[in-house]
């Protein structure tokens, strides 16, 4: 059985941690299974959003397998460290939106993966909280670097320090979730999310993540020339000329990702 799945459907990508016996957990398979998938997406130009889910009704994730861990050595335990990290980068890097759907636990790597995300929505019983110090380790794949970018320095500490745990609508009023919503609407509320930022121009989508990102964390100047660059980028594609012929004829453009 795989432990990550991977489906597209409709310029969509739907991605799901399979191993709900084990709260989603990660163990070393499951990090290179997930690392594969996310290559074959970055590379797909007809996949223009994703979702990422856990398998059955628990957890999201509920962060590295424990159970593995207690069987590594030190060599093997930093193995693991270095490519959950890495993997999560590279998610966090893909050119496509892509959107969390916390459907129960997000704890300690499960929760890094949700921080990674453009978008995290949760049902209302979902947890989340990083709560590695409690075993004695530390967030290892960005947790302390992305919350703290998040809702600022002294509340991730907080959050981290005491290895707090917390519910949906506290998580949503720090500004970690864009949105809680009921069991039975967590699919349709992030697909509807992902449909609706899929209506518009694919590269102009991917240009306006990509500077955000990299110019979020730079002096505006720079962030300026970030813009300024990712805007040249769209000015000779087929969608920008798509848009404006549309406008004239007044229909819907119909956009290529060209």
């Not at 999560?88 to 636990?105: C, D, R, V």
Request: proline fraction near 2%.
């Amino acid at each position: 059985m795989k432990k990550v799945i991977l489906e597209k459907s409709n310029h969509l990508a739907f991605v799901t941690i399979n191993r709900p016996e084990q709260l989603n957990c990660f163990d070393f398979e499951t990090l290179v299974e997930l690392e594969n998938m996310v290559d074959d997406i970055k590379l797909d130009k007809e996949v223009r959003a994703v979702i990422f889910t856990g398998a059955g009704e628990k957890a999201f994730s509920a962060g590295a397998d424990l159970k593995e861990r207690r069987t590594l050595n030190e060599k093997e335990v930093r193995r693991n460290v270095s490519k959950i990290r890495d993997v999560f980068t590279m998610i966090e890097e893909l050119p496509q939106p892509t959107i969390a759907a916390i459907n129960g636990y997000a704890l300690g790597g499960g929760f890094e993966l949700a921080l990674v995300c453009d978008f995290r929505y949760a049902v209302k019983k979902a947890t989340v909280g990083l709560t590695e110090v409690s075993w004695a380790i530390i967030p290892g794949a960005g947790g302390t670097q992305r919350l703290s970018r998040l809702i600022g320095t002294s509340r991730a500490k907080e959050l981290i320090l005491t290895a707090r745990k917390i519910d949906a609508e506290q998580a949503y009023d720090l500004g970690i979730l864009n949105k809680v919503v009921d069991e039975d609407e967590l699919q349709s509320s992030t697909i509807a999310l992902a449909e609706e930022i899929m209506k518009n121009g694919p590269l102009a989508v991917t240009q306006a993540k990509y500077a955000i990102n990299y110019g979020s964390n730079v002096d505006v100047k720079t962030g300026l020339a970030i813009e300024s660059k990712a805007y040249e980028v769209i000015i000779p594609t087929k969608d920008r000329v798509e848009a404006l012929e549309a406008f004239k004829e007044k229909r819907a453009a119909q956009f290529r990702g060209e």
